[in-house]
């Protein structure tokens, strides 16, 4: 028998199972060897499997809104077997257990606020794990660490907890030490456009990823004063109110900041407000999946977002070589300049199938 100071790593035939703790601190068994991952509606999941991997031909099954991101993003270009996911087996939020049955996943990833989904999942047979995006009270780099952290003990030979950790840690506090000292009344003032459309504007409040971001680069958000959770509604009245200096667009949208300098979705007319008079309205980059959530660009969006509201303090930061450098150490990606430039240039497509 084998000595019992070797690990499982040399002895895989000691147990074909892992046992991990997720999000929703279930106890959850999957299997040692998986081939076949699907992810439900942990929208940025896809992406990250993917650069954990530096592959996707793991991925059997994904949610349309994850395929809309990766269809027009590097994401398809890096990985174009993204594409062959199926998407059929979910409905909204909700999956057709009969559909998924059929991808024979070996484990199956769902979002911890849709816990009513993870017990269907698992009565139905599922390896189901939860993973959450709001657990860590929205900070994104967190959010991401806990990902990978989550990941790393259920594919334990591609751990990257501790790197990812490194870096995205280092990256945050060299943006704190920068814009600490900036007094109150000169911090830029930001307007998050969560989503646009003829009808309706939504945003960030205080809780939500928005207040994060803000708060991340030394910003205000200016819609803090919302205590509702998650995207909140609002009328162009409250934005001219807030007045903001900076308005970052989501790519949960399909608008791009032209529409906002020529009022060209529907009655709304914001040339009064003062980010838009200073054509200060910017597209978030759309790098692996849509930049707003946490994913595995936050790093590198937290570098973009503070040169682009404070460019002066960070002059010296060459956010397209960061970029390069930040998939090469941490996940073993390799990407040109030509890639790294199209994250920070999106397309409007990737934000329909959102709704």
């Not at 959450?132 to 806990?146: G, Q």
């Not at 591609?158 to 109150?184: F, G, H, W």
């Not at 003032?189 to 803000?214: C, E, P, V």
Request: hydrophobic letters at 40%.
């Amino acid at each position: 028998p084998a000595a019992p100071e070797q690990s499982a790593e040399q002895q895989p035939e000691q147990s074909d199972t892992i046992t991990v703790t997720d999000h929703n601190d279930n106890v959850v068994t999957v299997p040692r060897r998986i081939d076949r991952i699907v992810v439900c509606d942990i929208l940025p999941l896809p992406s990250v499997l993917s650069v954990f991997f530096d592959s996707a031909e793991k991925l059997v099954g994904i949610a349309p809104s994850s395929m809309s991101a990766a269809q027009n993003s590097l994401l398809s270009q890096l990985y174009p077997e993204i594409l062959n996911a199926e998407t059929g087996f979910m409905n909204g939020t909700d999956v057709n257990t009969e559909e998924l049955m059929k991808l024979a996943p070996d484990v199956v990833f769902y979002s911890a606020m849709n816990p009513a989904l993870g017990e269907k999942l698992q009565t139905a047979g599922f390896h189901a794990v939860a993973v959450s995006a709001n657990k860590w009270e929205y900070d994104c780099i967190e959010t991401l660490n806990n990902w990978i952290d989550l990941l790393s003990s259920i594919f334990p030979e591609n751990d990257r907890a501790a790197l990812c950790r490194q870096y995205s840690t280092e990256v945050y506090d060299m943006v704190q030490q920068r814009v600490k000292d900036i007094p109150d009344e000169d911090r830029a003032r930001a307007f998050f456009l969560f989503q646009y459309n003829d009808s309706t504007i939504m945003t960030s409040g205080k809780l939500f990823f928005g207040q994060w971001w803000a708060t991340a680069i030394g910003a205000r958000n200016v819609a803090e004063e919302l205590t509702q959770d998650n995207s909140v509604t609002v009328n162009l009245e409250q934005v001219y109110e807030w007045n903001p200096g900076v308005i970052f667009m989501t790519n949960f949208n399909t608008a791009q900041p032209e529409d906002l300098y020529n009022n060209t979705v529907g009655t709304y007319d914001w040339s009064g407000v003062q980010a838009v008079q200073d054509q200060r309205v910017y597209k978030m980059p759309l790098g692996m999946y849509r930049s707003y959530t946490p994913g595995i660009d936050t790093p590198i969006t937290l570098l973009w977002m503070a040169k682009t509201v404070y460019p002066a303090l960070f002059e010296d930061i060459d956010v397209t070589q960061r970029a390069i450098d930040y998939y090469q150490e941490v996940f073993g990606v390799t990407l040109t300049a030509e890639q790294v430039e199209q994250i920070f240039a999106p397309i409007s497509a990737a934000g329909t199938l959102y709704f």
